[in-house]
């Protein structure tokens, strides 16, 4: 897509610091960190939503996820990470290419993610335990 910044990224035409590129993705380093080591895996072919993700694409994904975490872990001597990835607007997506945040975490970083936790009616949670079920 010609105005997407990850497919501009991606094709070579905007400089990112790359720490891992195959066919299907490239991995480097976010410019806005939320720590220093945050990197985004991002698909070389242009979707808005992990959902559209070709399945054989969808796998090297998730190992990539795995590979990805584990170095910047060793690399950035951090105590934990978080995997972030906004799906949709209402989720706070703001490129609208599909990509997945992997954020080093220290104790003393300031930075948290916080929700307020809804509670199921009576009978509710078993109602949408079967509506996700049967689409599985």
Not at 5 to 17: D, S, T
Not at 34 to 42: D, E, F, R, S, W
């Amino acid at each position: 897509m010609s105005d997407c910044i990850f497919c501009k990224i991606a094709a070579g035409e905007i400089p990112a610091n790359k720490l891992y590129e195959s066919e299907n993705f490239i991995v480097f380093l976010d410019i806005s960190p939320a720590n220093k080591g945050h990197a985004l895996i991002v698909p070389k072919i242009h979707v808005q939503s992990l959902t559209e993700l070709p399945e054989y694409v969808a796998q090297e994904f998730g190992e990539l996820q795995l590979k990805v975490s584990k170095a910047i872990m060793q690399a950035t001597k951090a105590e934990g990470f978080n995997l972030l990835l906004n799906d949709g607007k209402a989720a706070g997506q703001e490129v609208m290419h599909a990509h997945m945040h992997i954020m080093p975490r220290f104790s003393t970083d300031d930075f948290h993610f916080k929700w307020t936790h809804k509670k199921y009616s009576d009978g509710e949670m078993q109602e949408y335990f079967e509506r996700i079920k049967r689409n599985l």
